[in-house]
């Protein structure tokens, strides 16, 4: 089956630091790779995605490159701020119809915590 | 931006009792939304799909009995966990498809606690 495995939390770090949050997963065929960033008190929300092996997907200075030969999908960034305190999941799906992006297929989640 | 809301964010009740959950997309509508359920620190995981005007599809494991869903409009999707149980305890969320199935919105999540 699909999966996706996080590394565990929480991470902590101070202003202006590297950020990596591991994420591997295990998928039948050829999924798409998103990572979700939850605020408090807030729903998921899309940060960044990938569709195909060897794309980037960034944004808010984030980024994450879908690498098919490890199977993997790291969270980067490289200066942190104290907004970026938040949970972070990586998630997949596979492409199978129209509505294939609402069946994700999560990780546990990392929560992030920066401090001035 | 699109968004969605669930009703109420956080509910307590006591066993045996039932406790409807509402997802509403505001500014758009949805012929398909999702409900997860997370336990802590654990990751999401998908329980079924609502489909407007048609049955909820069930994932494997999930009891269609326990978990009532009625996608009644074209903005509201309703899960009921009748005659709940402490281990029905979870963060519950449901999540909308945006214009073109190009991303999900996600609701708050609902906190249910049973006594």
């Known amino acids: 089956g699909n999966s996706v495995t996080q590394m565990e939390g929480p991470v902590t770090l101070s202003e202006e630091a590297f950020l990596t949050i591991n994420c591997t997963y295990t998928a039948t065929g050829y999924p798409s790779l998103f990572w979700y960033v939850q605020y408090p008190g807030e729903g998921l929300q899309l940060l960044l995605k990938?569709?195909?092996?060897?794309d980037k997907g960034s944004n808010k200075g984030f980024e994450a490159t879908y690498r098919k030969e490890t199977t993997s999908f790291h969270l980067e960034k490289g200066s942190v701020q104290v907004s970026d305190s938040a949970v972070y999941f990586c998630?997949?799906?596979?492409?199978?119809?129209?509505?294939?992006?609402?069946?994700?297929?999560f990780g546990q989640g990392t929560i992030l915590t920066v401090h001035p | 931006g699109a968004v969605v809301s669930q009703h109420p964010s956080r509910v307590i009740c006591k066993s045996g009792t039932s406790v409807k959950i509402e997802c509403r997309s505001l500014d758009f509508q949805a012929t398909t939304m999702f409900w997860y359920r997370q336990f802590p620190k654990q990751s999401l995981m998908l329980m079924a799909t609502s489909n407007e005007g048609s049955k909820a599809t069930y994932e494997q494991g999930v009891e269609k009995d326990k978990f009532l869903i009625n996608h009644a409009s074209l903005t509201l999707s309703t899960l009921t966990v009748t005659s709940a149980h402490p281990e029905d305890s979870s963060f519950y969320i449901c999540?909308?498809?945006?214009?073109?199935?190009?991303?999900?919105?996600f609701g708050p999540g609902t906190r249910l606690l049973v006594l």
């Open positions: 990938a569709t195909k092996a060897d």
């Open positions: 999540s909308a498809p945006g214009l073109a199935l190009k991303t999900q919105y």
């Open positions: 998630a997949l799906s596979l492409i199978a119809g129209g509505t294939s992006y609402g069946k994700l297929t």
